[in-house]
């Protein structure tokens, strides 16, 4: 099994709301990762746990909290978010933190109004 | 200066021609990827390659690591193959890079 998924597939919310976006791997990957893309732009890396630590943080607004609750399981969750956040969030799974394969999931397509 | 470029950024073929895609960096690495990117968002990794050549299938990635340098080729290229490709570097940090993509449309 060489998947990672995401749940939802789009989400619309207000600035005002409070979601979470889930991502899951059961690979065994010890390395989970969050990536914004904007349209027609390269990923941008937010977040990075190694051991269900948080191991990077790219300065990304605290409107946006990263959680791992286990080792299979990563979450963003979004509070009071802006227009401007409005993206594709990418999950990327890899072995470990450092050189190897990344798996990606298919992506949440977030827009906020 | 970007640390990764990609060329061309967008290209389009007709169905059967050999796509060749470049990737050149300014830095040092430890490894490159070759990212595949559908028009509904998904990324699939196709190669991570550190020197010489990978082939899987139609596709083929190269590197030279002392040019730094890397090319995709796509032989018998196909509609399906239509996507964004994206290289992307592990830096010294490890974290992953990435190029601009290239926008390929393969046509009937």
């Known amino acids: 099994d060489t998947e990672v998924t995401q749940t939802p597939k789009h989400l619309v919310m207000g600035m005002t709301n409070k979601k979470s976006l889930k991502c899951e791997q059961h690979m065994g990957h010890r390395a989970m990762y969050w990536y914004k893309q904007k349209a027609k732009k390269p990923p941008e890396l937010m977040f990075v746990?190694?051991?269900?630590?948080?191991?990077i943080n790219e300065s990304v607004p605290s409107r946006f909290s990263p959680e791992c609750p286990n080792s299979s399981l990563l979450n963003l969750h979004l509070h009071a978010l802006q227009p401007e956040d409005s993206a594709l969030y990418l999950c990327a799974s890899s072995q470990g933190q450092g050189t190897y394969t990344q798996y990606f999931g298919p992506g949440t397509r977030l827009t906020v109004l | 200066k970007n640390e990764v470029e990609q060329s061309p950024q967008n290209l389009t073929a007709q169905e059967g021609e050999f796509i060749t895609i470049n990737c050149s960096y300014s830095v040092g690495i430890s490894a490159l990827h070759w990212l595949q990117q559908h028009p509904g968002g998904g990324i699939v990794s196709l190669f991570m390659l550190s020197s010489g050549k990978k082939k899987h299938g139609r596709l083929i990635a190269t590197i030279n690591i002392q040019e730094k340098h890397s090319s995709l080729h796509i032989t018998a290229s196909h509609p399906r193959d239509s996507a964004v490709y994206i290289c992307?570097?592990?830096?010294?940090?490890?974290?992953?890079?990435f190029g601009g993509g290239t926008r390929l449309m393969v046509k009937p």
């Open positions: 992307a570097l592990y830096n010294a940090g490890n974290m992953l890079t």
């Open positions: 746990y190694s051991y269900e630590k948080l191991s």
